[in-house]
């Protein structure tokens, strides 16, 4: 299933059970993030559309669409940004700021607290909402 529908159905149907079963998948995915960006790893295509949960794995995530994977020694600022701008932005419509700081504290506390990229990442998740309007 895809991440995004589950986000849709948790958003929908905000029960206590669901409400812990988004968090378990914001966790993971963040930590998939983190463990990526720290690897020197960036997608480059970052969104929940592009992120396949199986239910029937205890919610196990796997990231598809690989091929324009950037790999880097140390991975720039800015792959990060674009990568986290693109979760955040696929993410909006279906999480509460609640869900955005336990995401961020689960990334990294490392960068938790780095009000710059935080502020570069939701610029970036606003160019992105500008040009998908500009499409449509």
């Known amino acids: 299933v895809r991440a995004e529908e589950l986000f849709k159905e948790f958003a929908s149907n905000p ?3 669901n409400k812990i079963r988004k968090r378990k998948l914001l966790k993971k995915i963040a930590n998939l993030a ?3 960006h720290e690897a020197g790893f960036c997608h ?3 969104y929940l559309v592009h992120i396949f949960v199986k239910t029937e794995e205890d919610d196990a995530i796997y990231l598809i669409d690989l091929q324009r994977l950037i790999i880097q020694k140390s991975l720039k600022i800015r792959w ?5 701008g693109q979760i955040y932005f696929s993410a909006l419509p279906y999480i509460s700021k609640t869900d955005i700081i336990y995401f961020w504290k689960n990334y990294s506390t490392k960068y938790y607290r780095n009000k710059s990229l935080i502020k570069a990442v939701l610029a970036k ?3 992105i ?3 998908t309007e500009k499409k449509y």
């Open 15 to 17: 029960t206590p059970e």
């Open 34 to 36: 983190s463990s990526m």
């Open 44 to 46: 480059q295509d970052f």
């Open 80 to 84: 990060r940004i674009k990568d986290l």
């Open 125 to 127: 998740a606003e160019r």
């Open 129 to 131: 909402k500008k040009h």
